[in-house]
Nanobody, 120 residues
Framework: VQLVESGGGLVQPGGSLLLSCAAS????????MAWVRQAPGKGLEWVST????????YYADSVKGRFTISRDNTENTVYLRMNSLKSEDTALYYC??????????????RGQGTQVTVST
C-alpha cells in the first residue's frame, strides 16, 4: 500500500506545475484523495480533496482559483495542477488518503512528498 508523488521542482512566481500521485495496494476508486503540504517551519496544511469519481472537489481558500485537483481511476493516479504560483506555495506536497468514500480531515496514508519551490 503506497502513494508516490512526482512533479515537484523549482518554478518562478507566476509559473505552473503539475503534481502526480500514483497509488497502489488499495482500491483507489473507492477512496477520496487529498493533497496536503508542509512549508518550512510550519504544520501540515490541507490543500485540496477530490471525491471517488471526481465529481466533487474541495479547496483551501489559499489555493482556490489557482489549483485544480483531478484523478484518473483507470491509472490509479491523482493530480494537482498548480497555476499562478506564489512564494508562499513553497512546501513539501504530499498525496494522502484515509481510504474512505467521504471527506475526512485525517489521513491513514501519506506519500513521501515532492518539493515545490517558488522563487526567482
Amino acid at each position: 500500500v503506497q502513494l508516490v508523488e512526482s512533479g515537484g521542482g523549482l518554478v518562478q512566481p507566476g509559473g505552473s506545475l503539475l503534481l502526480s500521485c500514483a497509488a497502489s495496494g488499495f482500491t483507489f476508486s473507492n477512496s477520496y484523495m487529498a493533497w496536503v503540504r508542509q512549508a518550512p517551519g510550519k504544520g501540515l496544511e490541507w490543500v485540496s480533496t477530490i471525491s471517488t469519481v471526481g465529481i466533487n472537489t474541495y479547496y483551501a481558500d489559499s489555493v482556490k482559483g489557482r489549483f485544480t485537483i483531478s484523478r484518473d481511476n483507470t491509472e490509479n493516479t491523482v493530480y494537482l495542477r498548480m497555476n499562478s504560483l506564489k512564494s508562499e506555495d513553497t512546501a513539501l506536497y504530499y498525496c494522502a488518503t484515509d481510504f474512505k468514500a467521504y471527506f475526512t480531515a485525517t489521513y491513514a496514508l501519506r506519500g513521501q512528498g515532492t518539493q515545490v519551490t517558488v522563487s526567482t
